[in-house]
């Protein structure tokens, strides 16, 4: 693992240096494989950044989005991460329908949408057995109890192993949400962070030692690259 820890100045600067990257990582892609893969978070931190994106003059016939968590409420509903994506993003540029892969939140359960998902996900990267496919980029945030995509401190998620998708729980709300391991699969994991709320939990995912399982964040150890992009808030008492 190659990791990274970079603090900017405030969250425009954390939003620039995000797309940044994110484009860079796009052309390598593209330029070597001839498509993208990114997983995207939800949440009011990434929204300037999707902002941002769609501002941009890209090949959209060879990008292709995924979610890392999904609420499990229906794609109009206000609480979703797809419709955030869209409004911000994909309903301003001229991408193929099919390539946006969102999560499925109207099935039956939740057990089922996590399948289904699974089930599209290896489909699309023509994956066989117990491998995990690399996208190449999982944008991720993290919670200030250190949680990341919908992978909580202490639920059942956090021991799924051998699937792409599972299904988690906040506050005995279900969720959608790649495991970990299939988080680690990915050639580039990026974590943006903002706010001085976030610096406790942080001291313990940057810690030596400290339980996993309590501040889940620490399970993102990817075999690609792994990057901390953080706002000076957060990332005050990491700046050396």
């Not at 998708?165 to 990915?186: E, H, L, M, W």
């Amino acid at each position: 693992m190659n990791k990274t820890v970079e603090v900017l100045p405030d969250q425009p600067a954390l939003v620039a240096r995000a797309l940044e990257l994110i484009l860079s990582k796009l052309k390598t892609a593209i330029e070597q494989r001839g498509q993208f893969t990114i997983a995207l978070s939800g949440g009011s931190t990434p929204k300037p950044l999707y902002e941002a994106i769609a501002t941009q003059k890209l090949p959209w016939d060879k990008i292709h989005i995924f979610w890392g968590d999904e609420r499990y409420v229906p794609p109009d509903h206000p609480d979703s991460n797809e419709l955030m994506t869209r409004r911000a993003w994909l309903d301003r540029v001229e991408i193929p329908a099919a390539n946006i892969h969102p999560v499925p939140t109207l099935e039956a359960n939740p057990q089922l949408a996590a399948a289904k998902y699974e089930q599209h996900l290896k489909e699309f990267f023509n994956s066989s057995g117990g491998e995990f496919p690399a996208l190449d980029v999982v944008l991720l945030g993290m919670g200030d109890d250190a949680h990341t995509a919908s992978l909580f401190p202490h639920t059942e998620a956090l021991k799924v192993r051998d699937r792409l998708v599972t299904v988690g729980n906040k506050d005995g709300n279900p969720r959608i949400s790649f495991t970990y391991p299939f988080i680690n699969a990915a050639s580039s994991v990026i974590f943006l962070v903002a706010g001085a709320n976030k610096r406790p939990a942080l001291a313990q995912v940057f810690a030596p030692v400290a339980d996993d399982f309590t501040y889940p964040s620490r399970l993102i150890r990817p075999q690609g690259e792994l990057w901390w992009l953080l706002d000076a808030a957060a990332g005050l008492e990491l700046q050396h």
